[in-house]
């Protein structure tokens, strides 16, 4: 928290000392309302500053990419209470949001941020952006069912679109099969349905690629700051 004269001169907006005069002269709103106490503190990134009614400079853009465990929401807020994403993101004070959703059960690769332009840029299905799971799933794909992943498969009456897919391992033992598949739709439950569809489900699910991001050394829970070289390749690879 801070000033709300110094808030407003790092906005650029004015000088410290008129900031203080503005004030004075009930030219200053936070969320909406005038305040006219020079001590007053304010969070340069949560609070609606407004000076004659138009609000003072926005936030600098972040991009951070996330490892998300198992059981935790996708969103900022959820009505059950229980734990969401921004809960690992605490001392960020940017309002940054998921971009797009993990399922409460799959964990990995979750880029979060607070550029609105950038969320849709990586959301917009026009933009090819391939994203890499690995499935535990159950038995043992045949080859026929690999290919019908591969070309596209009818979930409820709509065609995948074409994925990239490779059985990594097989244990006879738990018969169960650890698949790669790279898919550029983001369809709800998609690689879940996927698999279904061709008659084996998913026991447990990761994601492990963004389009050139990966996850490195991160562990469930942990998260590093997108460097501005690995935003600029997500918004090339946007480009079709
Ligand atoms: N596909 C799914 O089925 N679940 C996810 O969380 C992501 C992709």
Do not use: C, W
């Not at 969070?43 to 990419?65: C, F, G, L, Q, R």
């Not at 059985?167 to 698999?195: A, D, L, P, W, Y």
């Not at 061709?198 to 991001?213: N, Q, S």
């Amino acid at each position: 928290m801070e000033r709300l004269q110094k808030v407003i001169a790092n906005a650029g907006v004015t000088s410290r000392r008129k900031a203080e005069t503005f004030i004075e002269e009930g030219r200053v709103k936070v969320n909406g309302k005038i305040v006219r106490e020079l001590g007053s503190k304010v969070s340069a990134h949560k609070d609606t500053v407004e000076v004659d009614n138009i609000p003072i400079d926005k936030e600098e853009p972040v991009y951070y990419v996330f490892y998300k465990p198992k059981q935790v929401i996708s969103a900022v807020r959820d009505d059950k209470n229980r734990k969401v994403v921004t809960d690992y993101f605490e001392e960020v004070e940017e309002r940054i949001f998921p971009i797009g959703r993990l399922d409460y059960d799959t964990s990995g690769l979750l880029l979060l941020t607070n550029d609105g332009d950038f969320a849709n840029l990586m959301m917009h299905p026009k933009n090819k952006i391939f994203k890499t799971y690995i499935a535990k799933v159950k038995g043992k794909p045949s080859k026929e069912n690999i290919g019908l992943l591969i070309k596209g498969i009818d979930i409820e009456g709509i065609k995948t679109a074409p994925a990239k897919v490779k059985i990594k391992s097989t244990n006879k033992k738990n018969n169960s099969s650890i698949i790669e598949i790279s898919i550029h739709e983001g369809r709800n439950h998609q690689v879940r349905k996927m698999f279904e569809a061709i008659g084996h489900p998913v026991l447990k699910l990761k994601r492990e690629k963004y389009g050139p991001i990966t996850l490195d050394k991160l562990n469930p829970g942990e998260k590093r700051v997108l460097k501005p070289v690995e935003v600029k390749k997500l918004k090339e690879s946007a480009v079709t």
